[in-house]
């Protein structure tokens, strides 16, 4: 599997996905028939040899934007760009049939960039755009799966920016901002989906780090962010 990951780890904007440890699921940010990226099955064995879907201007341009997770039969991921006002697109993938749907916009809500990953909750996917909304620091958004429908949650800060993926705590979902805060240096937010209540839990210094563009991970309670910048080098990590 490590293998694999080192292959690949030029062609990648972000994460893979697994199955019972045999193949490898993930998108690229460039590549393909016309260079916008692609969705590729690797297998972690070898040969190594990888099945791909490309990503295409009228389906999805821009490469995929974070990793892919399954719910059922499909996987779901986003793009950076292409739809409504180069927003980005939010598609599924069929691994099986190699067939790729996008299925809504972002430019439809306001929205740009969709940079951040999705995280699936109650046959709804959540997930943020980068850009957009009304103070042009992202936005974050709400899919519902079975009817097809994709709506505006909450407007996040002017400067926001975030790149990255919810993570759940105590009903909350959790994910960090690039800017913003209390500080101008990032933050740490919440978000209520029953409320689209937004709530800033953790804003850097600047000492503690700043920009954070890693993955957000709650290990028993602990919050575990990576800063892209600080003056220490290991992982920064908050009680919650």
Do not use: C
């Amino acid at each position: 599997m490590k293998r694999s990951l080192l292959i690949l780890s030029g062609l990648l904007l972000s994460g893979l996905s697994a199955i019972a440890q045999i193949q490898l699921y993930g998108v690229t940010g460039a590549g393909g028939t016309q260079n916008l990226g692609t969705t590729f099955i690797q297998q972690s064995e070898a040969p190594f040899t990888y099945t791909h879907s490309s990503f295409k201007t009228i389906v999805g341009a821009g490469g995929g934007s974070s990793h892919m997770i399954k719910v059922g039969d499909l996987f779901y991921g986003t793009t950076i760009a292409d739809g409504p006002n180069n927003g980005g697109v939010l598609f599924s993938w069929n691994h099986l049939t190699n067939e790729y749907l996008d299925l809504a916009y972002f430019g439809d809500i306001g929205g740009e960039l969709g940079f951040g990953g999705l995280f699936h909750k109650d046959g709804k996917l959540y997930g943020m755009t980068t850009e957009g909304g009304a103070n042009d620091g992202g936005l974050i958004y709400e899919y519902t799966i079975s009817t097809d429908a994709l709506v505006k949650k909450a407007d996040l800060a002017a400067g926001a920016l975030p790149y990255g993926t919810f993570t759940e705590h105590n009903d909350l979902l959790l994910a960090y901002t690039s800017g913003a805060g209390d500080n101008g240096y990032g933050s740490v937010i919440s978000f209520d989906p029953e409320t689209g209540d937004v709530n800033t839990i953790h804003s850097f210094t600047g000492l503690d780090g700043s920009s954070p563009y890693g993955t957000l991970l709650n290990v028993e309670g602990t919050l575990w962010v990576q800063p892209a910048m600080a003056e220490i080098s290991t992982p920064v990590h908050y009680s919650i």
